[in-house]
């Protein structure tokens, strides 16, 4: 009259032919099912033969070596799995590309740069750690179908012995101003400011071989002092190129114009103040100049230089001690979302001294930039500079400077420019510049 063990030998049957599972234990003594056929061994594909110094099962695994450090996922590194000197992360370097695009349209007939449109410079950046605290830089630069390597130093960014104290060494654009350092997919204009280019840098910045410190003073506000010695200062010249055996008329030297060594010093600060950011800077670059000649050749041909009641007749070489003086202002406050004003002001002036010579002229610029927003600013900028070498000379001019952002390191910007200069005291410029950039850029940015 039971049927249970007929039904339960049923359930087990069905278990074991549509799910696998595990069979339903039968009462004692009634009629169990016969057991299921054993399942298939799992089809795997064949193991990859284990790689030198692969642990074996039933041996114990290796530690791992030094760049191997790992650590649970959620969980702060452990001493023994922070990765030391020298791992495989430190050897990864950030590389990037960085594009220039410029030109200018203009109508001043003696600007041979004008109507043209060209990649001006693609810049390389290859950037890492080499050690914990001591990080590379390097910038390679082509340009006019040209590779020249643009700076590449180490920072060491705490020298140690309990000392608020870094050191950089190598080729460096020079702490002098407050914009030298920036290249110029980072400024926040088209053209540099005239006061730089004519007293400063003969073109885009101030370069140097050696090395500098940085201390950080011990004020309840942030204030460093910079100070460096370099060398192989290169030399910028007014006046075209000559050919090899070529005889050249007399040039005068641009910018700074320093031989070879001089020495560099700059303080500056920041605190808050009037609702926003104040940093103050000034800087002071001192060294020998280049031998140049001045005055003009008498009709006659005499070389000789004479003297008249003290003025220079003739040709005078002279090679004068310079130095750099420079002060620098800038304002930042942020607005509402993305918005930020930015006011500066720099001032420069160059001095050369020489036995019975001396001369001095100045320079400044102004600027205000307004971001509206995340991608769009305008600013003003007004302009005026002497020449070192051509004392009785200025220019001038004010500019209207229109940007729109992509991202960080691309975007397009127009600077519409009115002034005067030698050989043409009424000209007008608008300029054009496209930058784009391609992998994690770190150039300090405005």
Same mark, same amino acid.
Request: charged share 20%.
């Given at each position: =009259?039971?049927? $249970?063990?007929?039904?339960?030998?049923?359930?087990?049957?069905?278990?074991?032919?549509?799910?696998?599972?595990?069979?339903?234990?039968?009462?004692?003594?009634?009629?169990?099912?016969? +057991?299921?056929? *054993?399942? +298939?061994?799992?089809?795997?594909?064949?193991?990859?033969?284990?790689?030198?110094?692969?642990?074996?099962?039933?041996?114990?695994?290796? *530690?791992?070596?030094?760049?191997?450090?790992?650590?649970?996922?959620?969980?702060?590194?452990? *001493?023994?799995?922070?990765?030391?000197?020298?791992?495989? !992360?430190?050897?990864?370097?950030?590389?990037?590309?960085?594009?220039?695009?410029?030109?200018?349209?203009?109508?001043?007939?003696?600007?041979?740069?004008?109507?043209?449109? #060209?990649?001006? #410079?693609?810049?390389?950046?290859?950037?890492?750690?080499?050690?914990?605290?001591?990080?590379?830089?390097?910038?390679?630069?082509?340009?006019?179908?040209?590779?020249?390597?643009?700076?590449?130093?180490?920072?060491?960014?705490?020298?140690?012995?309990?000392?608020?104290?870094?050191? @950089?060494?190598?080729?460096?654009?020079?702490?002098?101003?407050?914009?030298? !350092?920036?290249?110029?997919?980072?400024?926040?204009?088209?053209?540099?400011?005239?006061?730089?280019?004519?007293?400063?840098?003969?073109?885009?910045?101030?370069?140097?071989?050696? %090395?500098?410190?940085?201390?950080?003073?011990?004020?309840?506000?942030?204030?460093?002092?910079?100070? %460096?010695?370099?060398?192989?200062?290169?030399?910028?010249?007014?006046?075209?190129?000559?050919?090899?055996?070529?005889? #050249?008329?007399?040039?005068?030297?641009?910018?700074?114009?320093?031989?070879?060594?001089?020495? @560099?010093?700059?303080?500056?600060?920041?605190?808050?103040?009037?609702?926003?950011?104040?940093?103050? %800077?000034?800087?002071?670059?001192?060294?020998?100049?280049?031998?140049?000649? =001045?005055?003009?050749?008498?009709?006659?041909?005499?070389?000789?230089?004479?003297?008249?009641?003290?003025?220079?007749?003739?040709?005078?070489?002279?090679?004068?001690?310079?130095?750099?003086?420079?002060?620098?202002? @800038?304002?930042?406050?942020?607005?509402?979302?993305?918005?930020?004003?930015?006011?500066?002001?720099?001032?420069?002036?160059?001095?050369?001294?020489?036995?019975?010579?001396?001369?001095?002229?100045?320079?400044? $610029?102004?600027?205000?930039?307004?971001?509206?927003?995340?991608?769009?600013?305008?600013?003003?900028?007004?302009?005026?500079?002497?020449?070192?070498?051509?004392?009785?000379?200025?220019?001038?001019?004010?500019?209207?400077?229109?940007?729109?952002?992509?991202?960080?390191?691309? $975007?397009?910007?127009? !600077?519409?420019?009115?002034?005067?200069? *030698?050989?043409?005291?009424?000209?007008?410029?608008?300029?054009?510049?496209?930058?784009?950039?391609?992998?994690?850029?770190?150039?300090?940015?405005?």
């Amino acid at each position: =009259m039971r049927q $249970y063990p007929s039904l339960l030998a049923c359930a087990a049957a069905a278990a074991a032919l549509f799910g696998g599972l595990s069979t339903v234990p039968v009462r004692a003594g009634a009629q169990a099912a016969p +057991p299921p056929p *054993p399942a +298939p061994p799992e089809i795997r594909e064949p193991a990859a033969p284990p790689a030198p110094g692969t642990p074996t099962p039933g041996t114990p695994a290796p *530690p791992p070596p030094p760049e191997a450090g790992t650590e649970t996922p959620g969980t702060p590194p452990s *001493p023994e799995t922070t990765p030391p000197a020298g791992g495989r !992360q430190l050897q990864l370097p950030d590389i990037s590309l960085i594009g220039n695009l410029v030109g200018h349209v203009g109508n001043d007939r003696g600007d041979t740069g004008r109507d043209r449109f #060209e990649l001006e #410079e693609a810049e390389i950046g290859i950037q890492g750690f080499v050690y914990p605290g001591i990080r590379a830089d390097a910038f390679i630069v082509f340009a006019e179908n040209e590779a020249a390597l643009e700076e590449g130093f180490l920072t060491v960014e705490n020298i140690g012995f309990g000392l608020p104290v870094g050191a @950089t060494v190598g080729k460096r654009f020079v702490p002098f101003g407050r914009t030298n !350092q920036l290249h110029p997919h980072s400024y926040p204009y088209v053209v540099n400011p005239f006061v730089l280019t004519n007293l400063v840098s003969g073109g885009e910045s101030l370069v140097g071989q050696g %090395g500098y410190l940085s201390v950080l003073l011990p004020t309840p506000f942030f204030a460093q002092i910079d100070a %460096g010695f370099w060398s192989g200062a290169e030399a910028h010249a007014h006046g075209e190129e000559h050919e090899e055996g070529e005889e #050249e008329e007399h040039e005068t030297p641009a910018g700074a114009g320093f031989e070879d060594r001089f020495l @560099t010093l700059r303080l500056w600060t920041a605190f808050p103040a009037l609702g926003g950011d104040l940093e103050v %800077g000034g800087s002071v670059a001192r060294g020998r100049g280049l031998e140049y000649e =001045m005055g003009e050749e008498p009709e006659d041909g005499n070389v000789p230089v004479a003297a008249q009641r003290g003025r220079q007749v003739g040709l005078l070489t002279v090679r004068p001690t310079i130095q750099l003086s420079a002060l620098d202002l @800038t304002y930042r406050r942020s607005g509402r979302g993305a918005s930020r004003l930015l006011l500066r002001g720099e001032y420069v002036r160059h001095r050369q001294k020489d036995a019975g010579f001396q001369r001095t002229v100045d320079g400044y $610029y102004l600027l205000a930039d307004q971001r509206l927003d995340a991608f769009t600013s305008l600013g003003l900028r007004y302009d005026w500079s002497a020449f070192p070498f051509a004392p009785d000379e200025h220019e001038s001019a004010v500019s209207l400077i229109g940007t729109r952002q992509l991202n960080e390191s691309t $975007y397009a910007r127009v !600077q519409l420019i009115h002034g005067g200069r *030698p050989g043409k005291r009424d000209f007008s410029e608008a300029h054009l510049q496209i930058v784009f950039g391609i992998g994690p850029h770190t150039h300090r940015l405005e």
